[in-house]
Every structure is written in structure tokens, then in C-alpha cells.
């Protein structure tokens, strides 16, 4: 791929990084700019890694089997010394399109899962709902083996929703619902 090729994938990934201002996955990233056909799997991967070294993004530890992007202060500030050569139109269309999936990306973002061993043969799954920055719920369960564990942590993303309601409902119900 030729630099000037590179250059303009590596714009993309800031400016999307940038308008979303959440950490977004590796996958979902990719999905973005497959989707619009912008750039090839490889030169994704490519100009990602390039951007990482370079600390215009950063790789977050975000719970199990998760490693999302964002945007550094450096990535903001030199995307601002490059923002004109992002056309208008392709920015329309990042936009548009961002803005018809921001919902599905923030709920993927608001949840994280993961576990450490605590002991032998005990297992410590953290589960945790966060919204606007906020935790809305944290749970610490203790299961007896690993695979429990990672099960739970993969099931987290779907059931997390379903669960904080459940708690909810429960637990801001009367005594006599509760028996």
C-alpha cells in the first residue's frame, strides 16, 4: 500500500475514533470501515497498528477478550492539522452513517466483562454496566471453574441489559411481590 493510501485509511480511523468519542473494538472499527468499503481488512489492520505506535490511539483493557480503540489527545490534535483533507462529502457520509449506528456502538461499549482466578479453583467474574461514564451496576460473581467464567463474561454483552432491569424491577418492588 502506498503511504498516500495509508495516510488517507489512518485519517478515516481518527476521524471515526474522534465522532464517536467512545472506545470502539477492533471489530466494530473494522465493521465501519468494511461496511463503507474505505479500505481492505489488512490496511485497517496495517494503519491501526501504525496509529498505536505512534500514539494517535490507544488500546484500552476493557474486561474479557476486549481491547478497544481511542482516540489520544495526539490523534485529536493532528487530526485538526489534517481535518481539510477529509472531504466534505466523505465526512457527510461518516457522519450519517455513525450517527444511524451510534446507538448499537454505545451499548456494546457500556458493558464490560471480566474474571481472574481468586483462588485455586475459584474463578471471580466482574460484570459492570456503565453509562455516560457512570457505573450503573457492578457485579463480582464467584463461580467454581474457568470455563463458568468465561461463559458468564461472553454472555455478559447479550444478558446485561435484561439482568440490570431484572435487578431493578426487583429490587424497587414491595415486600409482598418480593416473597
Avoid at 84 to 108: P, T
Avoid at 124 to 139: A, D, H, Q
Amino acid at each position: 500500500m502506498d503511504s498516500e493510501s495509508l495516510m488517507f485509511i489512518k485519517l478515516i480511523i481518527l476521524y471515526i475514533l474522534d465522532r464517536l468519542e467512545i472506545p470502539v473494538s477492533n471489530a466494530e472499527l473494522s465493521r465501519i470501515i468494511l461496511e463503507r468499503q474505505y479500505a481492505s481488512y489488512v490496511d485497517i489492520q496495517d494503519a491501526l497498528q501504525d496509529l498505536v505506535e505512534d500514539g494517535y490511539v490507544e488500546v484500552l483493557s476493557d474486561g474479557h477478550n476486549s481491547h478497544p480503540y481511542m482516540i489520544t489527545a495526539e490523534g485529536s490534535k493532528t487530526l485538526t492539522y489534517f481535518y481539510k483533507d477529509i472531504s466534505v462529502s466523505l465526512r457527510d457520509e461518516i457522519d450519517a452513517f455513525l450517527s444511524k449506528e451510534q446507538y448499537h456502538l454505545r451499548d456494546i461499549a457500556a458493558s464490560t466483562a471480566d474474571y481472574y482466578e481468586a483462588k485455586k479453583d475459584e474463578y471471580v467474574c466482574e460484570l459492570k454496566v456503565v453509562e455516560r461514564g457512570s457505573e450503573l451496576v457492578t457485579i463480582n460473581l464467584l463461580v467454581a471453574s474457568e470455563k463458568e467464567a468465561d461463559t458468564i463474561c461472553n454472555r455478559w454483552k447479550e444478558a446485561n441489559a435484561d439482568v440490570y432491569e431484572y435487578l431493578i424491577s426487583r429490587l424497587l418492588a414491595g415486600k409482598e411481590k418480593m416473597t
